[in-house]
C-alpha cells in the first residue's frame, strides 16, 4: 500500500519488521521478494509518483573534482522508482575477471567470484525485462540474420566481441506499482526523507530512522532490520551525516565511508574509415541501437561492444573496457538534434529536469535544416549522408580512495542535512587503458581489413580532454570486503561493526568493471533478499504492523 507521509500524523512511530530506505531499482526489488518471502516491510521513498524540483533539490551538492562533473540533474531521480527513472536499459552482467583480485590493480578482488551471483543473474531477466539469458554474439548474430549486422573478423585474439541487452527501459515506479500498491506486507511511505539513522550508545545497533517530510512532518520508524539503498552519493551521505553517536559517521571507524567513489568515464575519439563491405554495418554502432529492429531479435533490442582478452589487459597491465563505434549525423550537436533527442528520451519516459516539450519545438523550428537532417538520417540511416566515425568507449574506474563523497561543511539542504560534496578522481591507468584498448582495437581492425584508423593523441601524460564525461554509474563509497579494514560491508552486505544495517545498491561495489551496474545491483538485492529472510526467521522478528 502507498502512505503520504505528509499525512501521517505527527510524530507517529512506524514499527515493522525491515525498513528499506530507497525507492529505486535495489529498495523495490528487495521490498517485492520480502513480500513474497512473508516479511513486512516499510519502504521509504523521498519523492511521490513523479518529479518535482524541490524533492530533487535535496540531491543537489558540490563537485569540487578537477573537472566539472555533473551528479544529480538528469543523472539520479528522486522519485518512486529512483534512478531507473533516468535510466537507459543497458544491461550486461560482469566479466568473471571483474570480481578477481587482479595483481595489477590497487584494491581490486570481490569477496565471490560470479559464480556466486549467475543465478541471481538470471532472475534479473524477469524482473527487467529482458531476453534470453544469453550473452553470445554467435547466438545473436545468427538470430539477427541481417547482412548489415554482422560481426567483425578479429585476428589478433586479443579483441573479443560483447554483447548487452537492452531493458524496455523498466521504470520500476510504474512497472510494479500496482503489485506494490496490492500488498498487504509492503507499505511505502511517499515523501519519506530519512534524516537520520539513530544508534543505541554502542553504534553497533541500529534503534530508528528518524523521518521527515518537505512540508514539515516528522515520524520515526524502528525495524528489526534496516537497508539503505539509496544510491551510490547517497548512502555514504547519510552513513557520514547519522553522527551522533560515531563523530565520523556510521561504520566509517576505519575511514572508508564515501571513499572509492567510481564512475565509468567516457570519450568519443579518433576517426574510423571503413572499407565498403563493412561500411554499411549496423551491428557495432552505438547509434543504430535501442529502439532499431534491425539490431533487435527475440523482441530484445541489443548492442556490441568490443573488449580485450582477460590475458591482453593482464599483458598490458591495464583495466577493462568497453569500445563501439559512433557515426557522426548531419546536424549533430546542434540545438534542433539536441531539441530531437530529448523529445525522443521523453517518448521513453526518462526523466528530465525541466524539460518543455514546448520550448524544444521551438528550436526545432528555429533550426529545421539541422532538426531534419538529423532526425532522417538518425531514422533512415542513409550513409552517404554519414559525416564520419569515430570510436565511442568507456573504461573501468580504478578503486582509489582519494575519489569520494563527503558532506560540505558549509551547506545543508531544507531538512537541515549537510550536502553530499563529490570528488571524483581518475588514475592514470585509466588513461593508458584509453589509450591501449584503443590501439590494440585499431590494429586488428587494419590487419583485419575492415578499416583504416586515425586516432587521437594519447590520453597518457596529458591532462584529460575537455569531452571527457561521466556515464553517472555512482559505485563503490560503501565498498564490499571481508576486512572492516578494506570495506564498510561484509560479503552480506551487513555494515562491518554493526547488528542489523545493510546496504544495497552499486555502493556495494569493490571493483566496477566495464559494464552497466544496474543488472548487477539486482542481482545483489536478489542475493541479499534471503540473507534478510533468513535473518528474520527468529523470535525476535515479530514486531506490530500498527503505527503507534
Given at each position: 500500500?502507498?502512505?503520504?507521509?505528509r499525512?501521517?500524523?505527527?510524530?507517529?512511530?512506524?514499527?515493522?519488521?525491515?525498513c528499506?530506505?530507497?525507492?529505486?531499482?535495489?529498495?523495490?526489488?528487495?521490498a517485492?521478494?520480502?513480500?513474497?518471502?512473508?516479511?513486512?516491510v516499510?519502504?521509504?521513498?523521498s519523492?511521490?509518483?513523479n518529479?518535482?524540483?524541490?524533492?530533487?533539490?535535496?540531491?543537489?551538492?558540490?563537485?569540487?573534482?578537477?573537472w566539472?562533473?555533473?551528479?544529480?540533474?538528469?543523472?539520479?531521480?528522486?522519485?518512486?522508482?529512483?534512478?531507473s527513472?533516468c535510466?537507459?536499459?543497458w544491461?550486461?552482467?560482469?566479466?568473471?575477471?571483474d570480481?578477481?583480485?587482479?595483481?595489477?590493480?590497487?584494491?581490486?578482488?570481490w569477496?565471490f567470484?560470479?559464480?556466486?551471483?549467475?543465478?541471481?543473474?538470471?532472475?534479473?531477466?524477469?524482473?527487467?525485462?529482458?531476453g534470453p539469458?544469453?550473452?553470445?554474439?554467435?547466438?545473436w548474430?545468427r538470430?539477427?540474420?541481417?547482412?548489415?549486422?554482422?560481426?567483425?573478423?578479429?585476428v589478433?585474439?586479443?579483441?573479443?566481441d560483447?554483447?548487452?541487452?537492452?531493458?524496455?527501459?523498466?521504470?520500476?515506479g510504474?512497472?510494479?506499482?500496482?503489485?506494490?500498491?496490492?500488498?498487504?506486507?509492503?507499505r511505502?511511505?511517499?515523501y519519506a526523507?530519512?534524516?537520520?539513522?539513530d544508534t543505541?550508545?554502542?553504534?553497533?545497533?541500529?534503534?530508528?530512522i528518524?523521518v521527515?517530510?518537505l512540508?514539515?512532518n516528522?515520524?520515526?520508524v524502528?525495524?528489526?532490520?534496516?537497508?539503505?539503498?539509496?544510491?551510490?552519493?547517497?548512502?555514504?551521505?547519510i552513513?557520514?551525516?547519522?553522527?551522533?553517536?560515531q563523530?565520523?559517521?556510521l561504520?566509517?571507524?576505519?575511514?572508508?565511508v564515501?571513499?572509492?567513489f567510481?564512475?565509468?568515464p567516457r570519450?568519443?575519439?579518433?576517426?574510423?574509415?571503413?572499407?565498403?563491405?563493412?561500411?554499411?554495418n549496423?551491428?557495432?554502432d552505438?547509434?543504430?541501437h535501442y529502439?532499431?529492429?534491425a539490431?533487435?531479435?527475440?523482441g530484445t533490442?541489443?548492442?556490441?561492444q568490443f573488449?580485450?582478452?582477460?590475458?591482453?589487459m593482464?599483458?598490458e597491465?591495464i583495466?577493462?573496457?568497453?569500445?563501439?563505434?559512433?557515426?557522426?549525423?548531419?546536424?549533430?550537436?546542434s540545438e534542433?538534434a539536441?531539441?530531437?533527442?530529448?523529445?525522443?528520451q521523453?517518448?521513453?519516459s526518462?526523466?528530465?529536469?525541466d524539460?518543455?516539450l514546448?520550448?524544444?519545438?521551438l528550436?526545432?523550428?528555429?533550426h529545421?535544416?539541422?532538426?531534419?537532417?538529423?532526425?532522417y538520417t538518425r531514422?533512415y540511416q542513409?550513409?552517404?549522408?554519414?559525416q564520419?566515425?569515430?570510436?565511442?568507449?568507456?573504461?573501468e574506474?580504478?578503486?582509489?580512495?582519494?575519489?569520494r563523497?563527503?558532506?560540505s561543511?558549509?551547506a545543508?539542504d531544507?531538512?537541515g542535512?549537510?550536502?553530499?560534496?563529490?570528488?571524483?578522481?581518475?588514475?592514470?591507468?585509466?588513461?593508458?587503458?584509453f589509450d591501449?584498448?584503443?590501439?590494440?582495437?585499431?590494429d586488428d581492425?587494419?590487419?583485419?581489413?575492415?578499416?583504416?584508423?586515425?586516432?587521437?593523441?594519447p590520453?597518457?601524460?596529458?591532462?584529460?580532454p575537455?569531452?571527457?564525461?561521466?556515464?553517472?554509474?555512482?559505485m563503490g563509497?560503501?565498498?564490499?570486503?571481508?576486512?572492516?579494514?578494506q570495506g564498510v560491508?561484509?560479503?552480506?552486505c551487513?555494515?562491518?561493526?554493526?547488528?542489523?544495517?545493510?546496504?544495497?545498491?552499486s555502493?556495494?561495489?569493490?571493483?566496477?568493471?566495464a559494464n552497466f551496474?544496474?543488472?548487477?545491483?539486482?542481482?545483489?538485492?536478489?542475493?541479499?533478499?534471503e540473507?534478510?529472510?533468513?535473518?528474520?526467521r527468529?523470535?525476535?522478528?515479530?514486531?506490530?504492523?500498527?503505527?503507534?
Open positions: 500500500m502507498f502512505i503520504d507521509t499525512k501521517v500524523e505527527q510524530g507517529s512511530v512506524v514499527q515493522t519488521t525491515v528499506i530506505i530507497g525507492g529505486g531499482v535495489a529498495g523495490i526489488t528487495l517485492m521478494e520480502l513480500d513474497k518471502k512473508g516479511v513486512d516499510c519502504l521509504l521513498e519523492g511521490g509518483f518529479p518535482d524540483d524541490e524533492t530533487r533539490d535535496l540531491y543537489r551538492g558540490e563537485d569540487v573534482g578537477e566539472k562533473y555533473s551528479f544529480a540533474d538528469g543523472s539520479r531521480s528522486r522519485f518512486l522508482g529512483g534512478s527513472n535510466w537507459g536499459g544491461c550486461r552482467p560482469l566479466d568473471p575477471w570480481f578477481d583480485k587482479r595483481d595489477w590493480i590497487d584494491h581490486s578482488g569477496p567470484g560470479l559464480s556466486e551471483l549467475m543465478p541471481y543473474y538470471e532472475r534479473t531477466h524477469a524482473l527487467l525485462k529482458l539469458n544469453n550473452f553470445d554474439p554467435e547466438f548474430e538470430s539477427i540474420g541481417r547482412p548489415d549486422v554482422r560481426r567483425m573478423p578479429l589478433s585474439g586479443k579483441v573479443r560483447t554483447i548487452s541487452q537492452f531493458s524496455p527501459p523498466a521504470r520500476f510504474k512497472l510494479y506499482r500496482e503489485q506494490l500498491k496490492q500488498s498487504h506486507r509492503v511505502v511511505y511517499l526523507n530519512a534524516t537520520n539513522i543505541d550508545y554502542t553504534a553497533q545497533n541500529v534503534t530508528r528518524e521527515a517530510t512540508s514539515g516528522r515520524m520515526e524502528q525495524a528489526k532490520i534496516y537497508v539503505l539503498a539509496t544510491g551510490g552519493i547517497e548512502n555514504a551521505r552513513l557520514l551525516a547519522s553522527n551522533k553517536v563523530k565520523e559517521g561504520g566509517n571507524g576505519n575511514d572508508l564515501g571513499r572509492f567510481m564512475d565509468h570519450l568519443i575519439t579518433g576517426n574510423i574509415r571503413f572499407t565498403k563491405e563493412w561500411s554499411r549496423k551491428l557495432s552505438v547509434k543504430y529502439m532499431n529492429t539490431v533487435a531479435a527475440h533490442f541489443v548492442a556490441h573488449a580485450l582478452t582477460e590475458e591482453a593482464r599483458e597491465g583495466l577493462n573496457a568497453r569500445v563501439w563505434f559512433n557515426s557522426v549525423f548531419p546536424g549533430e550537436g534542433g539536441l531539441a530531437l533527442f530529448r523529445c525522443k521523453a517518448l521513453l526518462k526523466e528530465q529536469a524539460w518543455s514546448a520550448k524544444d519545438l528550436t526545432m523550428a528555429a529545421p535544416i539541422d532538426t531534419l537532417a538529423y532526425g531514422l542513409p550513409r552517404w549522408l554519414i564520419g566515425v569515430k570510436f565511442q568507449l568507456i573504461v574506474p580504478e578503486p582509489d580512495p582519494n575519489s563523497v563527503m558532506l561543511p558549509t545543508r531544507r531538512l542535512m549537510p550536502r553530499s560534496r563529490v570528488d571524483w578522481r581518475l588514475t592514470d591507468k585509466v588513461k593508458r587503458t591501449r584498448t584503443l590501439a590494440i582495437l585499431s581492425m587494419r590487419k583485419s581489413g575492415v578499416a583504416q584508423v586515425e586516432l587521437d593523441p590520453v597518457e601524460g596529458r591532462k584529460w575537455s569531452d571527457l564525461e561521466g556515464t553517472w554509474h555512482h563509497t560503501t565498498r564490499m570486503h571481508d576486512s572492516p579494514k560491508v561484509d560479503r552480506n551487513r555494515v562491518h561493526g554493526m547488528s542489523n544495517l545493510y546496504i544495497a545498491g555502493s556495494l561495489f569493490p571493483t566496477a568493471g551496474p544496474t543488472i548487477t545491483l539486482a542481482a545483489l538485492a536478489f542475493r541479499l533478499s540473507q534478510l529472510a533468513r535473518e528474520v527468529t523470535p525476535s522478528a515479530n514486531f506490530s504492523m500498527e503505527a503507534a
